[in-house]
């Protein structure tokens, strides 16, 4: 290796940090402008700070139900998708499975489709055909749970994949010998060592439930409706509520940037290879 | 081996929900291609008519102009993240202060909403109110204006596109190099191995199947974006940054042209199929012949 120069690694790191910051920093300087300001001739330091826009939306009952329904169906989706994906991926690496490569392909198409089309059989299906007496699917947090399924499993199958492909075999068959049931397997060994690539499949699937927006926009109207959905509605044809939007932006990034640091601890070398005998 | 009866359990439910909430919908898709239907139009009615909607888009001049920008934007775009993420991981993997703080910090553009992100940059962007025309023009008095210059919008969306999905790459990769068994490396070191050596001949075989996987994801990702776009540059000027998604977009919400919007939707969700079909076999294949028994 070569000799390590921290100096030059975090002047790089600095440097780039700003590149990576700058458009979250001025989401933040349009948070903090009354609207009429935002069309005049642009700074890049604020002069003075106008905080109405956050107390607008910090008094909003609405917007704080919307967070709370994010919050829920994000993190129920991450970890049930997380979940599904680890047994799937480790069904597909260590069992020989009939077809097993084609059904691991077709996964992934279910993230290929262009959205708009797709709204309307998904519509359907949430109004008319998975209701119980009055009980709808649609505008549920469970229906929002089980539908980001679709684009979250197959990319969460995906990530995984070469993790648990790169434990080596050994090490399972070793705790088989040793009488170990698969439940056994898949918790002491498969587990520990898959760590890494588990914590960045829940952090991703976190987020792309919490970004989604077409979906959550067609098939929620209130009950279940996402914070995401709740910000656009800031957007539309006659004149955007920029302030308002970004202010609910900077407050959304909270909640995601807590996720991370608690998941992100968990993306380092774990225990190494170094536990196969030879 | 152990029973296939667990391992097809263990599979069950990913293959259950992807059933009901991947093939019917697709089913329905596939059907409404096949009609003329436009539920909002004068005849509200689906019209059976064959391969009409089929026929009618090969011949679609605006359809084709958009799956041509729509490759090269996802050209660009996915070569540039893995290349950057890639080297961004390989970075994280030394030692230096501050390590866990620049990682959350170059996570951070993946929190923002694709809607959020659009917005934004289309707020710093906009000719006259925008920040970034705004410096330039002071510091080097290039006129940057996305709503004119169809290659500077088309630039723009990359960058941006860069800038949102880099970190996810790095962190998928991230995930994989750490996760790499540490003896090869040693033994590449006490073999004399140079760095582009280790690179080549270790670590890239190793990680080739994330790579893949990766590339997989943003192609297909890229391919499909809408919001971001949308709201930066609404697909223009002209056709410019009008891609297949946003396409589709107008087709279906504006027009209500359902048959037509399905017809399209599944040839692109053909195209995609068989672009990363092929890649995957030419890579997968590749990376069997070269396992060491």
Same mark, same amino acid.
């Given at each position: 290796?070569?000799?390590?120069?921290?100096?030059?690694?975090?002047?790089?790191?600095?440097?780039?940090?700003?590149?990576?910051?700058?458009?979250? %920093?001025?989401?933040?300087?349009?948070?903090?402008?009354?609207?009429?300001?935002? $069309?005049?001739?642009?700074?890049?330091?604020?002069?003075?700070? %106008?905080?109405?826009?956050?107390?607008?939306?910090?008094? *909003?009952?609405?917007?704080?139900? %919307?967070?709370?329904?994010?919050?829920?169906?994000?993190?129920?989706?991450?970890?049930?998708?997380?979940?599904?994906?680890?047994?799937?991926? %480790?069904?597909?690496?260590?069992?020989?499975?009939?077809?097993?490569?084609?059904?691991?392909?077709?996964?992934?198409?279910?993230?290929?489709?262009?959205?708009?089309?797709?709204?309307?059989?998904?519509?359907?299906?949430?109004?008319?055909?998975?209701?119980? &007496? *009055?009980?709808?699917?649609?505008?549920?947090?469970?229906?929002?749970?089980?539908?980001?399924?679709?684009?979250?499993?197959? $990319?969460?199958?995906?990530?995984?994949?070469?993790?648990?492909?790169?434990?080596?075999? +050994?090490?399972?068959?070793?705790?088989?010998? *040793?009488?170990?049931?698969?439940?056994?397997?898949?918790? +002491?060994?498969?587990?520990?060592?898959?760590?890494?690539?588990?914590?960045?499949?829940?952090?991703?699937?976190?987020?792309?439930?919490?970004? +989604? $927006?077409?979906?959550?926009?067609?098939?929620?109207?209130?009950?279940?409706?996402?914070?995401?959905?709740?910000?656009?509605?800031?957007?539309?044809?006659? &004149?955007?509520?920029?302030?308002?939007?970004?202010?609910?932006?900077?407050?959304?990034?909270?909640?995601?940037?807590?996720?991370?640091?608690?998941?992100?601890?968990?993306?380092?070398?774990?225990?190494? $290879?170094?536990?196969?005998?030879? | 081996?152990? =029973?296939?009866?667990?391992?097809?359990?263990?599979?069950?439910?990913? @293959?259950?929900?992807?059933?009901?909430?991947?093939?019917?919908?697709?089913?329905?898709?596939?059907?409404?291609?096949?009609?003329?239907?436009?539920?909002?139009?004068?005849?509200?009615?689906?019209?059976?008519?064959?391969?009409?909607?089929?026929?009618?888009?090969?011949?679609?001049?605006?359809?084709?102009?958009?799956? #041509?920008?729509?490759?090269?934007?996802?050209?660009?775009?996915?070569?540039?993240?893995?290349?950057?993420?890639?080297?961004?991981?390989?970075?994280?993997?030394?030692?230096?202060?501050?390590?866990?703080?620049?990682?959350?910090?170059?996570?951070?553009?993946?929190?923002?909403?694709?809607?959020?992100?659009?917005?934004?940059?289309?707020?710093?962007?906009?000719? =006259?109110?925008?920040?970034?025309?705004?410096?330039?023009?002071?510091?080097?008095?290039?006129?940057?204006?996305?709503?004119?210059?169809?290659?500077?919008?088309?630039?723009?969306?990359?960058?941006?596109?860069?800038?949102?999905?880099?970190?996810?790459?790095?962190?998928?990769?991230?995930?994989?190099?750490?996760?790499?068994?540490?003896?090869?490396?040693?033994?590449?070191?006490?073999?004399?191995?140079?760095?582009?050596?280790?690179?080549?001949?270790?670590?890239?075989?190793? @990680?080739?199947?994330?790579?893949?996987?990766?590339?997989?994801?943003?192609?297909?990702?890229?391919?499909?974006?809408?919001?971001?776009?949308?709201?930066?540059?609404?697909? #223009?000027?002209?056709?410019?940054?009008?891609?297949?998604?946003?396409?589709?977009?107008?087709?279906?919400?504006?027009?209500?042209?359902?048959?037509?919007?399905?017809? @399209?939707?599944? @040839?692109?969700?053909?195209?995609?199929?068989?672009?990363?079909?092929?890649?995957?076999?030419?890579?997968?294949?590749?990376?069997?012949?070269?396992?060491?028994?």
């Amino acid at each position: 290796m070569r000799p390590n120069r921290p100096f030059v690694t975090v002047l790089f790191w600095t440097l780039l940090s700003v590149l990576t910051l700058f458009p979250i %920093y001025w989401l933040f300087v349009i948070s903090v402008k009354p609207a009429v300001e935002l $069309f005049t001739t642009p700074s890049v330091l604020l002069e003075t700070v %106008y905080w109405k826009n956050y107390v607008k939306v910090l008094g *909003d009952d609405t917007l704080r139900r %919307y967070m709370f329904n994010s919050i829920m169906i994000s993190s129920g989706n991450a970890l049930l998708v997380t979940t599904l994906a680890f047994m799937a991926c %480790y069904a597909l690496s260590r069992f020989d499975l009939a077809g097993k490569e084609n059904i691991f392909f077709w996964t992934i198409t279910n993230r290929m489709a262009p959205a708009a089309v797709f709204l309307l059989p998904f519509f359907l299906l949430f109004t008319q055909v998975f209701v119980i &007496g *009055d009980w709808k699917l649609y505008d549920t947090r469970t229906g929002m749970i089980l539908l980001y399924c679709t684009f979250n499993l197959p $990319f969460a199958i995906w990530t995984l994949r070469p993790t648990i492909d790169a434990i080596p075999k +050994e090490l399972d068959e070793a705790a088989t010998v *040793d009488g170990a049931t698969t439940w056994q397997v898949i918790r +002491e060994v498969i587990f520990p060592l898959a760590r890494p690539g588990l914590a960045v499949t829940l952090i991703l699937t976190w987020v792309f439930a919490w970004n +989604e $927006f077409l979906l959550a926009a067609t098939l929620t109207s209130f009950n279940a409706r996402t914070i995401t959905t709740g910000l656009s509605e800031y957007v539309t044809t006659t &004149g955007t509520e920029w302030g308002t939007m970004a202010a609910i932006a900077i407050i959304t990034l909270v909640p995601a940037l807590i996720v991370f640091s608690v998941v992100q601890r968990h993306i380092v070398a774990g225990l190494t $290879f170094g536990a196969v005998k030879e | 081996m152990r =029973s296939n009866r667990v391992g097809w359990l263990l599979l069950a439910p990913t @293959i259950a929900i992807l059933a009901i909430f991947g093939i019917v919908p697709f089913l329905y898709v596939l059907y409404v291609a096949f009609h003329q239907w436009n539920p909002f139009g004068a005849n509200p009615y689906m019209v059976y008519n064959g391969a009409d909607n089929f026929r009618r888009l090969v011949f679609d001049a605006e359809f084709l102009t958009s799956i #041509g920008v729509t490759m090269k934007f996802a050209f660009f775009a996915v070569v540039s993240e893995v290349a950057l993420g890639y080297l961004l991981a390989q970075l994280f993997m030394r030692e230096f202060p501050g390590r866990g703080f620049f990682r959350t910090i170059h996570t951070l553009p993946l929190i923002v909403a694709p809607i959020v992100v659009g917005s934004v940059w289309r707020l710093m962007t906009t000719p =006259s109110i925008g920040i970034i025309p705004y410096l330039l023009k002071n510091w080097t008095g290039y006129d940057l204006n996305i709503g004119r210059d169809a290659t500077t919008a088309f630039a723009l969306t990359v960058i941006m596109d860069i800038w949102h999905w880099t970190p996810l790459v790095t962190l998928t990769l991230l995930a994989a190099l750490v996760s790499l068994p540490k003896e090869p490396f040693e033994q590449a070191q006490i073999d004399g191995a140079n760095r582009w050596q280790i690179f080549w001949h270790v670590t890239l075989p190793m @990680i080739r199947p994330a790579i893949l996987a990766t590339v997989f994801i943003r192609l297909m990702d890229a391919l499909r974006t809408v919001d971001e776009v949308w709201m930066l540059t609404g697909g #223009g000027p002209g056709a410019a940054t009008r891609y297949v998604g946003l396409h589709i977009w107008k087709l279906v919400f504006p027009k209500t042209d359902y048959g037509y919007g399905s017809a @399209i939707s599944i @040839i692109v969700l053909y195209l995609t199929l068989v672009m990363c079909w092929l890649l995957y076999v030419a890579l997968v294949a590749r990376r069997d012949q070269k396992r060491p028994a």
